[in-house]
């Protein structure tokens, strides 16, 4: 089965590799990137603070991902995954005072 | 109609060393505005107390979350060293890290949440467990891997990233394959599917303990997985490359043998390819090591060989096997710990020294000289230290178990290893006149520093002097048994 699975996946991939037509031009063998053109090489730089933002949304991302579940079945978890719930957002805080304190917010 | 939501079986006793940990972590994480010289007296204090906690739990054999989380001996047995190669990190950086302008406390945060996952990895009774805690601590080691602003620190965090990374994620389908095969995740689980022949396919099986070996190969650096070695611990700050070198490869073989002696202790298929890896890394390694100029890379080399003996007490039973790999563990952390903190005072940059410039060490400083030469002379298995009884041990364990051919290998490169580690030894005994490193100034020893130094040698000459004194304690062969069946 596993043979059979494998062979299949590499066959379609190997035929089409071998028999399909190949016209490249350059707009063609352009690297792909959401139909725009694609920015000059990969070494941009980056401003610090893009990572602390990116920080702090997966703090708020996780947290909400979350919540909405807790909130759905509130009703019929308890006081057990209350604590859970306040454990893990405890954790979240620290991290979220930790970008807070490296100045997250401060625009200039 | 939704199930009733049972709260698992939490038993904080069990938890408490790792919660300790994590505690002092997060304290070091929002330690704003304070010393880091404090707060790393504060991570010092919670790794003792964490390992204290460990102390009270020995023989209680205590579990949580239905054998999820397991602190039996073998479990108590790791987390300690790990704790011990922690703290003596700690000690050497807090007279090091100013020096190379490193001294901000998330080295301590991470370090802190680095020995979280490691103790998880120790105390996990299931894959999924063992997985968290490995992906905790490597995500720390990346990020202390890249600590330092050196071009080529940053290139050994992001190498050390990427190949990490293949790591886990090849470890991850080995889980999922093994999951697959056996219908289980807990390490009882899969033993009692393995040893009963009731799993639904037998290639997917042996795929996924492959796989599984090969990810925990990468993060233990067995020969084939092994490029990243040299290039991230001669990259990283030497204080890292410490903690990489000793602790993490401490963590990642209790994880081995939790899966590979705790799991499939009785499906022996995956000796053959073990063999195979040990073999190898025992060849590459030392004969690597052998010729390189740079003290600290030959450090790293030095890693890759020794991951080659420790890899021999995985193939013997885990009965005998288990207390030897513990045993070479707490000697191999102490002894290589002892002499990347000489390195890390007398390097001039974080690139290490060139071996030539050793010359004359002992004729400038002394002390310093001799706790090399002591760590030097225990790397290479010299009888009055920790790592002659470690290799003995290991050997004595792989050859009752039948693998003959592999021990007199084992044997055979360290005879060659006795070589690359003699040689700077044996140089910094020599004259230094003429040559440039006679008019390096000496540095000083920091307090912390001598302290971890006196640590390691201490242990090392102790623990050659008497092995007993640690060996007795993990020899009963039942508590490793246990330690893989089922106390459901």
Redesign the interface.
């Known amino acids: 089965m596993l043979l059979i699975a494998g062979g299949i996946g590499v066959l379609a991939v190997v035929v089409s590799m071998i028999l399909g037509p190949k016209k490249p031009s350059r707009t063609k063998l352009m690297a792909y990137e959401s139909g725009n053109d694609p920015l000059p090489g990969g070494k941009e730089r980056f401003p610090v603070h893009f990572y602390l933002v990116a920080m702090l949304f997966i703090v708020f991302d996780i947290e909400t991902a979350f919540f909405y579940p807790i909130a759905v079945a509130f009703g019929k978890l308890g006081v057990f995954a209350f604590w859970e719930t306040v454990t893990f957002v405890a954790l979240l805080l620290v991290g979220y005072v930790y970008i807070v304190r490296k100045g997250v917010l401060e625009w200039d | 109609m ?1 199930p009733e ?1 049972r ?1 698992p079986d939490i038993a904080l006793a069990p938890m408490l060393p790792i919660l300790i940990v994590l505690a002092g972590a ?1 304290v070091a ?2 330690a ?1 505005r304070t010393q880091r010289r404090v707060v790393a007296v504060i991570a010092i204090v919670a790794l003792l107390l964490s390992g204290f906690s460990m102390l009270t739990l020995w023989g209680a054999n205590a579990t949580a979350f239905g054998g999820s989380l397991r602190a039996d001996n073998p479990a108590l047995g790791f987390g300690l060293v790990v704790i011990v190669g922690a703290v003596v990190t700690l000690l050497a950086s807090m007279d090091q890290l100013p020096r190379v302008r490193m001294n901000f406390p998330e080295f301590d945060a991470m370090l802190l949440y680095a020995v979280t996952g490691m103790l998880l990895i120790a105390f996990a009774g299931d894959l999924i467990v063992l997985l968290i805690g490995l992906e905790i601590m490597s995500l720390a080691g990346y990020v202390m891997a890249t600590l330092y602003g050196s071009r080529r620190s940053e290139e050994s965090g992001m190498k050390y990233f990427l190949l990490g990374s293949v790591g886990s994620a090849i470890l991850i389908y080995g889980i999922a394959l093994t999951f697959g095969a056996t219908g289980s995740l807990s390490l009882a689980g899969i033993r009692e599917a393995v040893s009963a022949q009731n799993f639904a396919n037998t ?2 099986l042996i795929a996924g303990a492959l796989m599984m070996l090969a990810g925990f190969g990468f993060k233990v650096a067995l020969v084939p997985f092994h490029q990243w070695t040299p290039d991230v611990y001669h990259g990283a700050p030497t204080v890292v490359t410490l903690f990489l070198s000793t602790v993490v490869k401490v963590a990642a073989f209790a994880g081995l043998l939790r899966v590979f002696g705790g799991a499939f202790p009785v499906e022996r298929a995956w000796e053959g390819v073990a063999e195979v890896l040990v073999a190898l890394t025992l060849i590459v390694g030392n004969t690597a090591a052998l010729v390189q100029r740079n003290f600290k890379r030959l450090l790293a080399y030095s890693a890759v060989a020794h991951t080659g003996f420790l890899g021999l007490a995985l193939l013997a039973e885990p009965a005998r096997g288990g207390a030897a790999l513990v045993f070479y563990l707490l000697a191999y952390t102490l002894m290589t710990a002892g002499a990347l903190a000489v390195l890390a005072l007398i390097q001039p940059d974080e690139g290490g020294v060139e071996n030539a410039d050793l010359r004359g060490l002992y004729y400038r400083q002394p002390g310093l000289a001799l706790a090399l030469a002591a760590c030097l002379a225990s790397l290479a298995g010299l009888p009055p230290f920790a790592g002659f009884f470690g290799k003995y041990l290991v050997f004595q364990a792989a050859f009752q178990a039948g693998h003959v051919g592999i021990t007199v290998l084992a044997a055979m490169t360290s005879v060659v290893a006795l070589v690359y580690y003699l040689r700077p030894a044996a140089l910094m005994f020599m004259p230094a006149e003429g040559s440039a490193a006679a008019v390096r100034p000496a540095v000083r020893v920091g307090t912390f520093t001598g302290v971890a130094l006196g640590v390691c040698v201490v242990g090392i000459v102790l623990l050659g002097v008497l092995p007993g004194l640690v060996y007795n304690v993990f020899d009963a062969p039942a508590q490793w048994v246990l330690a893989s069946l089922a106390a459901k």
């Open positions: 939704t939501l709260p997060l994480t929002v704003f290639p997917l």
